[in-house]
């Protein structure tokens, strides 16, 4: 992004379509490189570098023994048959699962397949609906993520950009003041706020659910459902605005004032020109990069869910998943959320630089 | 130094800076205070202890403060021992070889509760045969009521409430409620008075001894109260403090500095140098930063200090690395730069003598501000079960309180004395951190 930020050298370019396309070029390439090496680098250490391959094989041969023990038939055979038989049910199950092959040339594997987003089958995960496919395991996950973090992201981001922009109208009032002094609350991570909440909203008044998505069991009507989701959002929510929102707040409110201090604001002024044309023209117009910077980094941090906080609200979504997979060593759906998030940040920041270039006329693509 | 001290006197002018330096001087006492009486082979002996240490606190006590929000004054723990002034032992020889011993155990109970339970360990000595004890107990009002009967083993421990048959005896009651009720009350109310307990001990060995300790568990204690395994929440809050500050620091410090550093250098050599580094961050940003501290914790240690290096490591190459950057790429243009290689500065000198002091102003506050996300990445990581197996600290107090379900028992001080002081120690830094924010960062200062 450094590149496209930096302001445009005047310089004759030999043609803009050349430019742009030769930009996109690398600009893929880069970002391709780094998704593969980060994906290849998590991989390597949810394998715990090949290290989980060792336990599985002793998990196959544990198994193996014990199921070879409890067969009637097996026990009247002479102990080297047995043995012999338990090395080759051995083999052909580590065989089955590629366990055979050093793990340097599994993990290529590993990373083609993520690569490609063939996500394949969890080792001990099954999704709700009994599916074992990496895919629908996190499918089935998504939407619960979504509705917690996406309600609490927009709600977040816009309320703070319209609070700091009251309070930057507002400079110096005794609003503007407590947002200040309460910025530093932004300390506490969310979680922590969602305990608090907990204690004071379920436990001593008894008001709002201790956790989870809806009442059990659920509801039938669907209003009520949506009644019941609701009234378990509030406390998620609320917990991730208190951890965020005075900070974000001071944050708009800091930048919208320094933009205000440009010497064409005051040009503008000067002018004679009405507030609200000051404000939506030479204020907002110049901040409106960095305000689509701070969106699509939101929406990116959507995805990767906020493990702690679903935790604590033992909400069923993919952050949850997520610690529940490391839990269980099963690198495959580890790997799978990784890649999804890999993938979509580097499209994200492809993305912005063209937007930045549509947003703002002093940026040029690839200059 | 003028300058530093110029920086101070603006910063005092902060009131929230203020408070923002004596609530982090408060937190420093406490961390010093924990480390001299406690020495941190000792705090870990206490936090693993089993029975051994705390056998005479009672389980999820509540802290002995909580009474004065209530009217009724709740029991504290009573501990009566053979040795001492109040109880009286007798030996009475009998035969040449066994004895009688009787303890007596005089107490006043002037509480309104009922204890949360009764424990009687005797320690005894003998060769072969095992010296045999009953208990009673008296009650203020002149009741007597016949407790168990038991062989003592060298290390015999008589939990009432276990002893079905004296549980039946009392139709049914729990035995620390039934002793000390007014038999005239409907509902279950304490008597007040003084109690005794009553052992008759018989040996049946020369040299052979019989001893008794009671312990009558309260429902409150001391001033942080206990957990599930009877521990004194104190040790953890008192020794999470110089934990949680030496974590926060050590993180926000290595992580800034050595940040700091490689921009300067990347910028200063400049070609496939940055590029790499500039790379570099782009990779770390596609890594999960907590799955990742997730999986090393699961899968290769759970130490403390190995958590600390990963946090560090992952950390290095942050977004942090760009605004430095973006600094040093002006700053690599000053006319003074360009002196200092002319007299033929080394890069190293101009690197660490010229470069970096000019980011200091952007560092500092960056780095008191980086402390309690660190503080509260601690908890974070004990809060998802992995904390540091053997060291005391505010996330695994919290953690233990959630998994025990403290918050359903309505045991919230558990939760609520490590999330008191988790957050004193992240506003203070965060209150200093945005007031050095605002003196070093001019664009800020005016607004």
Redesign the interface.
């Known amino acids: 992004m450094s590149e496209a930020t930096r302001p445009a050298v005047k310089k004759r370019a030999p043609s803009t379509l050349g430019r742009v396309a030769r930009y996109v070029a690398v600009r893929m390439v880069v970002l391709f490189v780094t998704v593969v090496v980060g994906v290849y680098l998590t991989i390597l250490i949810a394998n715990m570098g090949g290290h989980v391959d060792k336990i599985r094989k002793a998990e196959i041969r544990v198994g193996i023994a014990t199921f070879v023990a409890l067969d009637p038939q097996v026990r009247q055979m002479p102990p080297e048959a047995r043995n012999e038989l338990i090395s080759d049910l051995i083999a052909v199950e580590e065989h089955r699962l590629g366990l055979d092959q050093p793990f340097l040339v599994r993990s290529v594997g590993f990373l083609q397949n993520a690569l490609t987003l063939n996500l394949g089958r969890a080792d001990q995960l099954t999704s709700d609906s009994g599916s074992k496919l990496v895919r629908n395991i996190i499918l089935e996950r998504l939407p619960p993520t979504l509705l917690l973090m996406a309600t609490s992201n927009l709600l977040l981001f816009f309320v703070s950009l319209f609070f700091g922009l009251s309070l930057a109208r507002h400079y110096g009032s005794w609003l503007d003041r407590v947002v200040i002094a309460l910025s530093p609350t932004s300390a506490g991570p969310a979680w922590f706020y969602g305990l608090i909440l907990i204690v004071i909203f379920a436990g001593m008044l008894g008001v709002l659910p201790w956790g989870g998505m809806v009442s059990a069991p659920p509801p039938d009507n669907k209003l009520t459902y949506a009644l019941s989701l609701a009234e378990h959002l509030v406390l998620p929510i609320g917990a991730w605005m208190m951890s965020a929102i005075f900070q974000t707040a001071f944050g708009w409110r800091t930048f919208f004032l320094i933009f205000s201090m440009e010497d064409y604001v005051e040009m503008a002024r000067a002018k004679g020109l009405s507030k609200q044309a000051v404000e939506r023209g030479y204020i907002l117009r110049p901040t409106l990069p960095n305000i689509i910077t701070r969106f699509a980094l939101m929406l990116i941090g959507l995805w990767a869910g906020a493990i702690l906080l679903e935790t604590v609200f033992n909400w069923p979504g993919l952050g949850r998943l997520f610690y529940q997979a490391i839990g269980l060593y099963d690198t495959p759906v580890i790997v799978g959320n990784t890649v999804i998030y890999a993938y979509l940040l580097a499209l994200t920041v492809f993305l912005l630089d063209f937007i930045y270039a549509l947003v703002d006329p002093r940026v040029r693509v690839g200059s | 130094m003028s300058t530093l001290r110029a920086s101070w006197r603006q910063l005092v002018r902060y009131p929230?800076a203020v408070v923002?330096i004596m609530l982090i001087l408060a937190l420093v006492g406490i961390a010093l205070y924990a480390i001299i009486t406690i020495p941190y082979s000792e705090a870990i002996r206490l936090w693993r202890g089993g029975e051994e240490v705390w056998g005479e606190s009672p389980r999820t006590a509540q802290p002995v403060w909580t009474q004065l929000f209530s009217s009724t004054k709740k029991p504290e723990t009573i501990v009566l021992r053979s040795s001492d002034e109040t109880a009286q032992k007798t030996v009475e020889q009998v035969s040449d070889d066994s004895k009688l011993v009787l303890l007596t155990f005089p107490f006043d109970y002037d509480y309104d509760g009922f204890p949360q339970e009764i424990t009687i360990f005797f320690t005894a000595t003998y060769q072969e045969k095992m010296p045999f004890a009953s208990m009673s107990w008296k009650t203020p009002d002149g009741r007597e009521i016949r407790l168990g009967q038991i062989a003592v083993h060298r290390a015999e421990t008589y939990r009432l409430a276990l002893d079905e048959r004296l549980v039946r005896r009392l139709q049914g009651v729990l035995p620390q409620q039934a002793l000390l009720a007014d038999p005239a009350a409907a509902t279950p109310t304490a008597l007040k008075g003084t109690y005794q307990l009553l052992i008759d001990g018989t040996t049946f060995e020369a040299g052979s001894t019989l001893d008794a300790k009671a312990v009558l568990y309260g429902q409150v204690h001391g001033l942080a109260g206990t957990d599930y395994q009877r521990r004194d929440l104190m040790v953890a809050l008192l020794w999470g403090t110089p934990i949680a500050l030496s974590f926060g620091l050590l993180a926000a410090l290595g992580t800034s500095l050595v940040t700091m550093l490689i921009a300067a250098f990347g910028v200063w050599f400049g070609g496939w140098i940055d590029e790499l580094i500039?790379?570099v961050t782009?990779?770390?940003?596609?890594?999960?930063f907590?799955?990742?501290l997730?999986?090393?914790g699961?899968?290769?240690s759970r130490s403390i200090w190995a958590i600390l290096m990963v946090v560090i490591a992952l950390s290095i190459f942050g977004a942090a690395i760009?605004t430095y950057?973006?600094i040093f790429l002006q700053v690599k243009e000053a006319p003074y730069i360009e002196a200092a290689r002319a007299y033929g500065a080394s890069d190293w000198r101009i690197v660490v003598r010229y470069l970096v002091p000019r980011i200091i102003p952007v560092l500092i506050p960056t780095l008191i501000?980086g402390i309690?996300?660190f503080v509260?990445l601690e908890?974070?990581l004990a809060?998802?079960g992995l904390g540091d197996p053997v060291l005391p600290t505010w996330g695994k107090v919290?953690d233990d309180a959630?998994s025990q379900g403290a918050?359903?028992n309505?045991q919230?001080y558990w939760?609520?004395e490590p999330?008191v002081l988790?957050?004193v120690a992240?506003?203070a830094?965060?209150?200093v951190?945005?007031a050095l924010d605002r003196i070093f960062n001019p664009?800020?200062r005016?607004?």
Do not use: D, H
Request: aromatic fraction near 14%; charge should be positive.
């Open positions: 929230s923002g500039q790379r782009e990779v770390n940003m596609v890594l999960p907590l799955p990742i997730i999986m090393v699961t899968f290769y760009k950057r973006a501000s309690p996300t509260f908890a974070s809060l998802l919290i959630r918050l359903f309505q919230y939760m609520l999330a988790l957050m992240g506003l830094f965060a209150m951190g945005f664009r800020l005016e607004v």
